[in-house]
């Protein structure tokens, strides 16, 4: 079957005209992305949320041919932090990718696989964030409306979920008083137990 070469974005149901390939993620489908586990266990219990979707456009013709993919991630949270996707890099490492934001506020979590350097980028409507070669990224749901976005790779990238599988992004984004608050994961710990610590003392 033929891919259409042309395909619109409805802005009101946030799908794609005529329909691309579906695929979801509930949280039972994302083991080892959110810190807080017995957060999740919890949300589990309740009935395994749905956390994304992505409809594909995927175009296979010849080596040179792009596709790309409208994510939609429900706004929530796990714990302290937002809803994000489950992360990757591409696997052919020097795919590069584009992400156009359609709706709602998100922020991109990134981190370079060849030196460890790591950062965010906000991701908003009609604003344009390139992801360079090498570098991992998942999109983390900062508000709370669904935020919904356009991903432009090589049909060749490949998704390679088991390279941050291990030790997860470096990058934590927490749902803070004043707003997102980007902390490194070798401070959660501390971090959880200054906050477990404060709970006993207001409680007692
Ligand atoms: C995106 C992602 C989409 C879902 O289209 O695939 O945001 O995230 P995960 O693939 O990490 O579950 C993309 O980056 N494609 O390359
Ligand atoms: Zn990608």
Redo the contacts with the bound molecule.
Sequence with gaps: MTVPLVHAIDRSSLTLRPPGVGSA?HLSNLDGVFADAVARAALLADGDPLV?T?E?VEHREGSGALSY?L?VLQPGRVGEEYFM????A?ARREAA?VYLGVAGRGLMVLEDLRDGRAWTLPLEPDGVVV?PGYVA???VNVGDEPLA?L?L?PSD?G?D?AVIAEANLRLVVLAGPAGPEVVERADLTARGAVRRAERERSAS
Excluded: F, L, Q, S
Excluded at 85 to 88: D, E, P, R, V, W
């Design positions: 993620r994304y992505v594909a993919g994510g996707t489950k992360g990757h591409h990718e992801v990224h998942r999109t976005y991903g790779y990238a998704h979920y």
